[in-house]
């Protein structure tokens, strides 16, 4: 018997008119709210205009943080935590896909500090005090409205780390399926790819435990089941609402683990080659199911008979299957990565403590044979 703690304090709001309760749940934690989100596409799709009716509606006061970046970056993080500290804000509302949320998890921490935020990362400072996040995510992939923890790239020194801490986990979160409508058929592919890579490593994790099994297990059924439909049709609200349920359970999964050696790997891979966080995971992911099949014989076994495959190879083939049938990148020749460049990917993926929660003996010789495999 394993023992364990489960928590997950997040308030979800789910379904189309979810954000007629946004304003309401902003109002109780401040009157100044700090509004994060990327490059426009939340005032092409209209989400901008409703944020503004409720911000208007309960009277609040507005200061904005746009131009996050994909793989989100220190400089967000530290332009934001500036503007918490001058205009005095009181809730950090995040609003986009998984670079935003995660930028929005830690300028709520930053806000609370005198030091530079990027020390939460070097140095492991003390992060136990964030103000209240709300966050509205509009892709299906990373989970970061339902954990406690973020990724955030340096590009002076080439690094991409990651925290959790309990203070990062947001109090309210809306999930809208509409939300994600407009995303790009590739867009749907990679982010619902990063779904499943989240709850394979958390249920297959040295550290998972039943309720991350049940969770992961079940998200992994919805995103080969649906994401195919929200690939051809991206108005199917049903396969929409599917994927982005699977993402928020998924979330839950792997907060409770963490992740493995395929979000180690991808680390490199987003950096250096400029892959989408989606991509970069996903295209190790065949060949870790593969590696795994030793060290997580009997997990790998009864989740492929789930599944409906008869093993862990037929499931491998069919997730490679899969990835092509939607033009994702399978190979790392693919994102321009040669046989040269192999030692030092392996390398920077042995670096990342999670890489040793991988069910399998991860070292120089068995990373790079694994890299081979796919080059």
């Given amino acids: 018997m394993?023992?364990?703690?489960?928590?997950?304090?997040?308030?979800?709001?789910?379904?189309?008119?979810?954000?007629?309760?946004?304003?309401?749940?902003?109002?109780?934690?401040?009157?100044?709210?700090?509004?994060?989100?990327?490059?426009?596409?939340?005032?092409?799709?209209?989400?901008?205009?409703?944020?503004?009716?409720?911000?208007?509606?309960?009277?609040?006061?507005l200061t904005e943080l746009p131009g996050v970046d994909p793989n989100p970056r220190i400089q967000s993080v530290r332009k934001g935590t500036a503007l918490c500290k001058e205009k005095k804000i009181q809730v950090v509302l995040a609003a986009g896909g998984g670079s935003c949320l995660d930028t929005g998890k830690f300028v709520a921490a930053g806000a609370c500090v005198e030091f530079d935020?990027?020390?939460?990362?070097?140095?492991?400072?003390?992060?136990?005090?964030?103000?209240?996040?709300?966050?509205?995510?509009?892709?299906?992939?990373?989970?970061?409205?339902?954990?406690?923890?973020?990724?955030?790239?340096?590009?002076?020194?080439?690094?991409?780390?990651?925290?959790?801490?309990?203070?990062?986990?947001?109090?309210?979160?809306f999930l809208d399926p509409e939300l994600t409508y407009s995303l790009p058929p590739a867009v749907t592919a990679s982010t619902g790819m990063d779904a499943f890579c989240h709850a394979i490593e958390a249920y297959w994790n040295k550290e998972s435990?039943?309720?991350?099994?049940?969770?992961?297990?079940?998200?992994?059924?919805?995103?080969?089941?649906?994401i195919?439909?929200?690939?051809?049709?991206?108005?199917?609200?049903?396969?929409r609402g599917a994927m982005i349920k699977a993402s928020m359970i998924a979330g839950v999964a792997f907060s409770q683990t963490r992740t493995t050696g395929i979000h180690a790997l991808s680390f490199p891979l987003t950096t250096e080659y400029h892959a989408s966080h989606g991509n970069a995971c996903s295209i190790t992911l065949p060949a870790f199911i593969r590696l795994c099949r030793e060290g997580a014989a009997e997990k790998l076994q009864a989740l492929s008979a789930y599944l409906g495959y008869a093993d862990a190879g037929a499931l491998a083939s069919a997730v490679e299957a899969l990835m092509e049938s939607m033009g994702m990148p399978t190979r790392l020749g693919q994102l321009g990565v040669r046989e040269e460049n192999l030692e030092h990917i392996t390398k920077v993926g042995l670096g990342a403590a999670i890489i040793q929660l991988t069910p399998a003996v991860m070292n120089e010789q068995t990373v790079y044979a694994l890299l081979k495999s796919i080059l």
């Fill in 2 to 61: 394993k023992d364990f703690v489960y928590h997950v304090p997040t308030k979800i709001y789910f379904g189309k008119d979810s954000l007629e309760h946004l304003g309401e749940n902003l109002k109780r934690f401040g009157d100044r709210v700090l509004l994060i989100y990327g490059g426009g596409s939340i005032k092409k799709s209209g989400l901008y205009d409703k944020i503004l009716a409720e911000i208007k509606k309960y009277q609040l006061e």
């Fill in 117 to 173: 935020p990027w020390e939460f990362f070097t140095r492991k400072a003390p992060l136990t005090e964030a103000l209240p996040l709300v966050t509205i995510p509009t892709i299906a992939a990373t989970g970061s409205e339902m954990d406690d923890g973020g990724v955030i790239s340096n590009m002076e020194t080439q690094e991409k780390l990651a925290r959790f801490a309990p203070a990062l986990q947001p109090k309210v979160s």
């Fill in 228 to 239: 195919k439909r929200a690939y051809d049709d991206p108005n199917d609200l049903e396969a």
């Fill in 209 to 226: 435990q039943p309720m991350c099994d049940m969770l992961a297990m079940g998200a992994m059924q919805l995103i080969l089941r649906f």
